[in-house]
Protein backbone atom coordinates (compact mmCIF):
# COMPACT_ATOMS: atom_id res chain seq x y z
CA UNK A 1 0.00 0.00 0.00
CA UNK A 2 1.25 3.60 -1.19
CA UNK A 3 1.61 5.81 1.65
CA UNK A 4 1.20 9.53 1.15
CA UNK A 5 1.32 12.31 3.28
CA UNK A 6 -0.99 15.45 2.63
CA UNK A 7 -0.44 18.96 3.84
CA UNK A 8 -3.48 20.96 3.31
CA UNK A 9 -5.55 23.35 5.69
CA UNK A 10 -8.71 23.68 3.80
CA UNK A 11 -10.88 21.35 5.77
CA UNK A 12 -13.10 20.84 2.54
CA UNK A 13 -10.63 19.50 0.38
CA UNK A 14 -8.93 17.59 2.89
CA UNK A 15 -12.28 15.75 3.52
CA UNK A 16 -12.81 15.41 -0.30
CA UNK A 17 -9.88 14.27 -1.28
CA UNK A 18 -8.73 12.17 1.51
CA UNK A 19 -11.99 10.02 0.68
CA UNK A 20 -11.06 9.83 -2.97
CA UNK A 21 -7.32 8.59 -2.44
CA UNK A 22 -8.16 6.16 0.05
CA UNK A 23 -10.94 4.79 -2.19
CA UNK A 24 -8.08 4.13 -4.54
CA UNK A 25 -6.38 2.05 -1.80
CA UNK A 26 -3.85 4.30 -0.45
CA UNK A 27 -2.81 4.94 2.54
CA UNK A 28 -3.67 9.02 3.98
CA UNK A 29 -1.55 11.09 6.62
CA UNK A 30 -2.73 14.36 7.63
CA UNK A 31 -0.85 18.06 8.15
CA UNK A 32 -2.58 21.44 8.69
CA UNK A 33 0.24 23.15 9.44
CA UNK A 34 3.96 23.08 8.98
CA UNK A 35 4.47 22.47 12.42
CA UNK A 36 2.61 19.52 12.37
CA UNK A 37 4.26 18.86 9.21
CA UNK A 38 7.34 18.95 10.22
CA UNK A 39 6.58 16.68 13.08
CA UNK A 40 5.04 14.09 11.01
CA UNK A 41 7.68 14.06 7.98
CA UNK A 42 9.67 12.73 10.84
CA UNK A 43 8.46 10.22 12.12
CA UNK A 44 7.09 8.85 8.87
CA UNK A 45 8.30 7.52 5.21
CA UNK A 46 6.03 8.49 2.50
CA UNK A 47 5.87 7.28 -1.08
CA UNK A 48 4.83 10.98 -2.19
CA UNK A 49 4.46 14.16 -0.69
CA UNK A 50 1.09 16.74 -1.57
CA UNK A 51 1.58 20.01 -0.36
CA UNK A 52 -0.43 23.42 -0.19
CA UNK A 53 1.97 26.83 -0.46
CA UNK A 54 -0.07 28.42 1.70
CA UNK A 55 -0.26 27.29 5.47
CA UNK A 56 -1.67 29.40 8.49
CA UNK A 57 1.97 29.63 9.85
CA UNK A 58 4.64 29.23 6.81
CA UNK A 59 5.25 27.91 3.23
CA UNK A 60 5.03 24.38 1.50
CA UNK A 61 7.88 25.68 -0.56
CA UNK A 62 9.81 25.78 2.85
CA UNK A 63 8.60 22.50 3.91
CA UNK A 64 9.43 21.00 0.55
CA UNK A 65 13.19 22.78 0.88
CA UNK A 66 13.19 20.84 4.30
CA UNK A 67 12.58 17.71 2.61
CA UNK A 68 15.12 17.33 0.00
CA UNK A 69 17.86 18.09 2.42
CA UNK A 70 17.28 14.45 3.02
CA UNK A 71 15.13 12.69 0.67
CA UNK A 72 14.43 12.08 -2.75
CA UNK A 73 10.44 11.26 -2.20
CA UNK A 74 8.09 12.62 -4.79
CA UNK A 75 6.60 15.91 -4.22
CA UNK A 76 3.38 17.00 -5.61
CA UNK A 77 2.49 20.56 -5.04
CA UNK A 78 -1.71 21.37 -4.92
CA UNK A 79 -1.93 25.29 -4.61
CA UNK A 80 -3.90 28.25 -5.84
CA UNK A 81 -0.48 29.99 -6.56
CA UNK A 82 -0.57 29.70 -10.01
CA UNK A 83 1.63 32.43 -11.26
CA UNK A 84 4.19 30.93 -13.47
CA UNK A 85 6.89 32.34 -11.36
CA UNK A 86 5.19 30.70 -8.35
CA UNK A 87 5.52 27.36 -10.82
CA UNK A 88 9.00 27.79 -11.68
CA UNK A 89 9.80 27.95 -8.02
CA UNK A 90 8.03 25.22 -7.00
CA UNK A 91 10.29 22.71 -9.96
CA UNK A 92 13.26 24.69 -8.70
CA UNK A 93 13.25 24.22 -5.57
CA UNK A 94 12.52 19.99 -6.00
CA UNK A 95 8.85 19.60 -6.90
CA UNK A 96 8.35 16.67 -9.00
CA UNK A 97 4.84 18.27 -10.67
CA UNK A 98 2.74 21.54 -10.02
CA UNK A 99 -1.38 21.68 -9.34
CA UNK A 100 -3.40 24.40 -9.20
CA UNK A 101 -7.08 24.88 -7.95
CA UNK A 102 -9.74 24.00 -8.82
CA UNK A 103 -8.08 21.19 -10.37
CA UNK A 104 -10.21 17.45 -11.44
CA UNK A 105 -10.40 14.92 -8.97
CA UNK A 106 -9.43 12.79 -11.87
CA UNK A 107 -6.30 14.25 -13.24
CA UNK A 108 -5.10 14.09 -9.84
CA UNK A 109 -5.59 10.96 -9.38
CA UNK A 110 -3.80 10.61 -13.11
CA UNK A 111 -0.83 12.71 -11.80
CA UNK A 112 -0.27 10.54 -9.18
CA UNK A 113 -0.29 7.05 -10.93
CA UNK A 114 2.32 9.03 -13.36
CA UNK A 115 4.37 9.15 -10.34
CA UNK A 116 4.54 6.15 -9.24
CA UNK A 117 4.64 4.06 -12.60
CA UNK A 118 7.66 6.03 -12.96
CA UNK A 119 9.37 5.46 -9.78
CA UNK A 120 8.91 1.59 -9.87
CA UNK A 121 10.71 2.05 -13.55
CA UNK A 122 13.72 3.45 -11.75
CA UNK A 123 13.89 0.59 -9.30
CA UNK A 124 14.47 -1.37 -12.58
CA UNK A 125 18.06 0.35 -13.80
CA UNK A 126 21.35 -0.03 -12.22
CA UNK A 127 23.08 1.65 -14.62
CA UNK A 128 25.94 4.52 -15.01
CA UNK A 129 26.86 5.80 -17.53
CA UNK A 130 29.01 9.50 -18.34
CA UNK A 131 27.77 11.57 -21.79
CA UNK A 132 30.09 14.82 -21.90
CA UNK A 133 31.58 14.65 -18.69
CA UNK A 134 27.77 14.18 -16.94
CA UNK A 135 27.47 11.50 -15.76
CA UNK A 136 24.22 9.81 -14.50
CA UNK A 137 23.73 7.04 -12.02
CA UNK A 138 20.19 5.10 -11.62
CA UNK A 139 21.64 3.51 -9.20
CA UNK A 140 22.10 6.01 -6.92
CA UNK A 141 19.28 8.28 -8.69
CA UNK A 142 22.22 11.48 -9.35
CA UNK A 143 23.51 13.39 -11.94
CA UNK A 144 26.92 14.89 -11.34
CA UNK A 145 29.33 17.03 -13.71
CA UNK A 146 33.22 17.08 -12.72
CA UNK A 147 32.00 15.29 -9.83
CA UNK A 148 30.06 17.71 -8.94
CA UNK A 149 25.99 16.97 -7.69
CA UNK A 150 23.63 18.82 -9.87
CA UNK A 151 20.00 19.15 -7.90
CA UNK A 152 17.53 18.31 -10.64
CA UNK A 153 14.24 17.25 -9.79
CA UNK A 154 12.05 14.31 -10.87
CA UNK A 155 11.48 15.23 -14.37
CA UNK A 156 14.36 17.12 -14.98
CA UNK A 157 16.39 13.70 -13.71
CA UNK A 158 13.98 11.60 -15.83
CA UNK A 159 14.82 13.98 -19.11
CA UNK A 160 18.33 14.02 -18.82
CA UNK A 161 18.28 9.87 -18.12
CA UNK A 162 16.66 9.80 -21.38
CA UNK A 163 18.54 11.85 -23.67
CA UNK A 164 21.71 10.26 -22.47
CA UNK A 165 20.47 6.59 -22.52
CA UNK A 166 19.20 7.83 -26.38
CA UNK A 167 22.57 9.87 -27.36
CA UNK A 168 23.36 11.27 -30.30
CA UNK A 169 18.93 10.49 -31.58
CA UNK A 170 16.90 13.33 -32.09
CA UNK A 171 13.74 13.02 -29.54
CA UNK A 172 10.91 15.28 -30.38
CA UNK A 173 8.29 16.84 -27.88
CA UNK A 174 6.13 14.45 -27.29
CA UNK A 175 8.04 11.54 -27.19
CA UNK A 176 9.86 13.15 -24.32
CA UNK A 177 6.36 14.21 -22.90
CA UNK A 178 5.40 10.50 -23.16
CA UNK A 179 8.50 9.21 -21.52
CA UNK A 180 9.24 12.13 -18.65
CA UNK A 181 5.34 12.82 -17.84
CA UNK A 182 3.32 9.44 -18.46
CA UNK A 183 0.98 8.76 -21.63
CA UNK A 184 -1.89 10.14 -19.48
CA UNK A 185 -0.40 13.50 -18.54
CA UNK A 186 -2.78 16.55 -18.99
CA UNK A 187 -0.98 19.92 -18.20
CA UNK A 188 0.88 22.18 -20.26
CA UNK A 189 1.97 21.15 -23.63
CA UNK A 190 5.46 22.88 -23.97
CA UNK A 191 6.94 21.56 -20.37
CA UNK A 192 9.61 19.98 -21.89
CA UNK A 193 10.84 23.20 -23.12
CA UNK A 194 10.38 24.53 -19.53
CA UNK A 195 12.30 21.43 -18.35
CA UNK A 196 15.42 22.15 -20.72
CA UNK A 197 15.65 25.63 -19.86
CA UNK A 198 15.66 24.64 -16.01
CA UNK A 199 18.82 21.80 -16.49
CA UNK A 200 20.83 24.27 -18.72
CA UNK A 201 20.87 26.71 -15.64
CA UNK A 202 21.72 23.96 -13.35
CA UNK A 203 24.17 22.62 -16.23
CA UNK A 204 25.35 24.58 -18.98
CA UNK A 205 25.08 28.15 -17.23
CA UNK A 206 27.21 26.44 -13.79
CA UNK A 207 29.75 24.39 -15.80
CA UNK A 208 30.39 26.32 -19.09
CA UNK A 209 29.09 24.19 -22.37
CA UNK A 210 26.07 23.40 -24.06
CA UNK A 211 24.60 19.95 -22.72
CA UNK A 212 21.29 19.58 -24.49
CA UNK A 213 21.29 20.59 -28.19
CA UNK A 214 18.05 22.03 -29.69
CA UNK A 215 16.85 20.81 -33.12
CA UNK A 216 14.91 23.37 -34.36
CA UNK A 217 11.26 22.10 -35.11
CA UNK A 218 12.40 18.69 -34.24
CA UNK A 219 13.27 18.59 -30.50
CA UNK A 220 16.42 17.71 -28.29
CA UNK A 221 19.52 15.51 -27.56
CA UNK A 222 22.38 14.96 -26.46
CA UNK A 223 25.21 14.42 -29.03
CA UNK A 224 28.55 12.93 -27.76
CA UNK A 225 31.10 14.73 -29.84
Aim: with cysteine; glycine share 8%; hydrophobic share 40%.
Amino acid sequence: MKRIFFVEDDLSLIGGLSFALRKQGYEIDIARTSMEAESLWQNGIYDLVILDVSLPDGSGYDLCRKIRETSRVPVMFLTAADEETDIIMGLDIGGDDYITKPFAIEELLARIRVVFKKRGGLAQRTRKMTVKGVTIDTDRYEVTCGGELVELNHREYELVRILMENKNIVMNRQQLMNSVCGYDYMGETNIIDVYVRHIRSKIDDRFGFRFITTVRGVGYAVKEE
